[in-house]
């Protein structure tokens, strides 16, 4: 494994999301019972100790231990554990063979807690995904079977349902009146030791990583391992202000960076989850960057603020509302923009109908802009199966369709392609060195303009073999050869 590790804090077997960062690690002393904040100059130091002891007490009946089994091959299991080991002394030179494959129940677990008092519960997406049979352990050990109303992979939230009534719903805070420095707590059920209380400060907000998570994320030093997945954090008034979702390790383990996903964010697909059973995201069609020292010189400004639009879609709700390349947004519907993610950040929150009305600078002069938001280009989640074998081809790609301002931008020869939005990195694609951003244009010499064409090319392939893949990088071809296993 990497040292520069995204992962989400759940046990091992569990779908992990991993992003490679680009961050210096440094471990962390957890500290579990209290939050302690020190500072100091030459001659004194002053402490101050947040006590939560009667607030874990107040919580806990609250918050529960999800039990998830899977149905699984052996081999699958036996493979990626034993590949994953040896792979650390032998590296890419070792080859796995196949075994035959025994049905096998796989068991994971991470946490959830009730928002109602008639068994509606938040957890993580990823704690649930794939499951066969989902139940929860309250802390008096009653075990109740869970219903799955809804997932969103996107902002990695789920909503379960258990029958019941008058359970003991947690208070929702503000997510958004969080502070840089405040303590907070979180619940879970660590490497199963269930009902385990750790706390920190929150480190930092708006914390955004790629294009496939559509959450701003609350960075803390709290202490979470695999297990936390899908519990609350909570602030030191008992309102939980974030769900607990991804660790930043080198060792699999807590070392130090912490994420949880924003209640306000999680409630709103909670919502939509609860009411349609699927997230409707709302679409602009910017492509929006950040601006520097040197930008804000460049474009009069005081300092560096605001998200600068390198291009604008055709067809766009952006384009129809006059944006142009060039803009810059200094306010989208009334909230300030100081960086990028914050303008992506609302409009991952906003709903398709919305409408929005930005104020922008345009060749040194300001103005307002208004229109309506649009339903997102969807993404699409691609496996595979092999019509020799009916066994499934863990590709491990998602993928969607080019907008039309793509398209213009990669077509080659009357080609355009799709766009790899995320890459698994257990999946055949990335070991065959797929990146996400990549535009796949022919796979297994068939031409691929859209989704559907790359779904039919996966029904002939071959049960073993390499076959190639031609994709566009960065403006560059470049043909891979991606081998069956």
């Known amino acids: 494994m990497p040292i520069n590790t995204f992962k989400t804090p759940a046990t091992f077997g569990m779908p992990h999301w991993l992003h490679r960062g680009a961050l210096a690690l440094a471990i962390s002393t957890a500290m579990v ?45 036996a493979k990626a554990q034993t590949a994953e080991l040896l792979r650390q002394f032998f590296g890419d030179r070792l080859r796995i063979p196949d075994q035959a494959a025994t049905p096998a129940i796989e068991h994971a677990y991470g ?3 009730f928002v109602t008092s008639d068994g509606y519960m938040l957890t993580n997406h990823h704690v649930v995904e794939g499951a066969d049979k989902i139940t929860v352990t309250l802390n008096d050990r009653t075990e109740l079977d869970a219903t799955l109303i809804g997932s969103d992979e996107r902002s990695d939230v789920a909503v379960l349902k258990v029958k019941g009534s008058q359970f003991p719903a947690l208070p929702i805070g503000d997510s958004n009146a969080l502070k840089v420095g405040e303590p907070v707590l979180a619940i879970g059920s660590p490497f199963g030791f269930d009902y385990s209380a750790s706390a920190g400060i929150v480190s930092a907000k708006s914390r955004s990583f790629s294009r496939e998570i559509s959450v701003p994320f609350i960075q803390t030093d709290v202490a979470l391992n695999p297990g936390n997945s899908g519990g609350p954090l909570f602030n030191q008034r008992g309102e939980v202000i974030g769900i607990n979702s ?56 005081a300092r560096p603020q605001g998200a600068l639009l390198t291009r604008v879609s055709p067809d766009s709700p952006a384009q129809k509302a006059g944006l142009k ?45 208004t ?79 859209t989704v559907d064409d790359f779904s039919s090319a996966i029904s002939s392939l071959p049960e073993k073999g390499v076959v190639t893949i031609e994709v566009i990088r960065q403006g560059i071809p470049a043909i891979i050869g991606l081998r069956i296993e």
């Open 33 to 77: 019972a209290g939050v302690t904040v020190t500072t100091t100059n030459s001659a004194h130091a002053a402490v101050t100790t947040a006590d939560f002891s009667g607030l874990v007490q107040q919580v806990t009946p609250a918050v529960a231990r999800v039990n998830v089994t899977k149905t699984i091959s052996e081999a699958e299991l």
């Open 111 to 113: 946490t959830a807690f």
């Open 246 to 301: 991804r660790i930043f390790s080198g060792t699999g383990g807590y070392m130090g960076l912490s994420f949880s996903i924003p209640i306000d964010a999680a409630m709103d697909i909670y919502e939509q989850l609860k009411t349609d059973g699927e997230v409707a995201r709302a679409y602009l069609g910017i492509y929006p960057q950040d601006i520097d020292r040197n930008l804000a010189e460049a474009y009069n400004l």
């Open 325 to 369: 390349s060039g803009d810059i947004i200094l306010q989208f519907n009334n909230v300030q923009i100081m960086r990028a993610s914050d303008l992506l950040n609302l409009l991952n929150r906003a709903k398709p109908s919305d409408s929005f009305r930005a104020q922008i600078q345009r060749a040194g002069k300001q103005m307002i802009v």
């Open 371 to 449: 229109g309506k938001l649009t339903n997102a280009p969807d993404d699409v989640n691609v496996q595979g199966g092999d019509q020799q074998n009916d066994n499934e081809v863990q590709l491990g790609l998602r993928l969607r369709n080019l907008t039309a301002d793509e398209q213009a931008e990669v077509s080659t020869d009357k080609k355009s392609g799709i766009l790899v939005t995320m890459v698994d990195p257990t999946g055949l694609a990335a070991r065959s060195g797929i990146l996400a951003g990549d535009v796949i244009t022919n796979f297994h010499q068939k031409p691929i303009r």
